[in-house]
């Protein structure tokens, strides 16, 4: 089933495709948005479309992307068009055929490749969303204050306002945020581009086995950021782990700012789905504070 008539007419004269007879095969649909694979004429598109408020969202997204395919270093698909209608906001990508796999060795040195592109400061030109939550990106000189500052606190705020679970877990972590300096002391990353959002839903292979990632977060951040999402659900080889540390050494510490920079995810599933994310969290909380001891 397609798009809502207004929806279809404003996609297609985004692409300047008025005259062109087009049909939208059913790209599937998730929490978040309803897809499509437009075709028109031996031509493809991938359509993305959310409610009218999260154009700035798929505006941010597309920002993104074009920050990734500028690093040269790992595809992504190309942002064409983003609009919207009274009703809806929609973004069009180039058509990628994209399949299983491409969480391999391929990945892992293309990831690495990716995180040796360095911004000054630690931060990204403009907000975004990680999922459909709010993602501040201030500028910082100060890795540790941007990440307690910009990732955890926020996220400990839409915990205390979500349940009395939620206000819980806010009480204990801020006395969290107070260790943010000394967990992280002594480490001293790069400011390197980063995916922001990769589990392994967010990565896949064209039938060529080149890697594509895609639906980022992007900002310039720790590259451990990254990686320590590639472990939070799995669905990576150890190929990929083992190439990316073969390119990209990691310093001493890594599985204690692991647990730290996953907390910010699973406090964000907290927000958006509840459930066992909660005590996810909580227990990752008391783990780090009993760390900073």
Known sequence: ?????????AVLAALELTSEPCEWGGGGSSSLNATWRLSCRG???????????????LEAEAHGLRALAAAGAVRVPAPLAVGGTA???FLVLEWLPIGRGGRDAKLGRALARLHAFLHTRFGFERDNTIGTTAQRNAWSDDWAAF???????????LAAARSAEGRSIARVGERLLACVPALLRGHAPGASLLHGDLWSGNAGATPDGEPVIFDPAAYYGDREADLAMTELFGGFGGDFHAAYREAAPLPPGY??????????????HFHLFGGGYGRQAGGMIGRLLAEAD
Do not use: I, T
């Open 43 to 57: 031509r493809a598109w991938f359509v993305k479309a959310h409610a009218a408020s999260g154009r700035a969202m």
């Open 1 to 9: 089933m397609g798009p809502a008539p207004a929806l279809h007419a």
């Open 255 to 268: 599985p204690v700012r692991r647990e730290l920079y996953n907390l910010y995810h699973v406090l964000n």
């Open 147 to 157: 990440f307690r500052d910009e990732r955890l606190a926020p996220q400990l705020a």
């Open 87 to 89: 009703q809806h906001a």
